[in-house]
């Protein structure tokens, strides 16, 4: 006899979280550009299913550095693979979206 199958969890969709790393160097105009329209981005297309994590290359240039981003600002998708990176202040939405493997609703 085959196991029974909870009905609660046959109804609970799996979410994947993509995980982000936004390089900026520290309120030039285009890193506060980059900011708002990733969040922008991530509110519309994202809601609560990814994590963020902004880097100021001025208080971190080490960890930029090590990290391979040499401007800013500079957009790294980290997970799910594939990896990908955008640079500017990520106003192309469909680039943003492509490069996180998102497409965008009509």
Known sequence: MAPKRSKQAAKSPVTTVVV???Y?????????????????ICREHLKDAYKLEIVDVCEHP???LDDG???TPSLAKLSPKPS??????????SSVLAALGLTSVP
């Open 24 to 40: 900026v160097a520290g309120r030039a105009p285009n890193s506060v550009k980059a900011i708002a329209n990733l969040e922008a």
């Open 62 to 64: 080490r960890r930029a």
């Open 20 to 22: 982000m790393r936004l």
């Open 84 to 93: 990908a990176n955008v640079i500017g202040n990520l106003s192309d939405t």
């Open 69 to 71: 981003v040499l401007v």
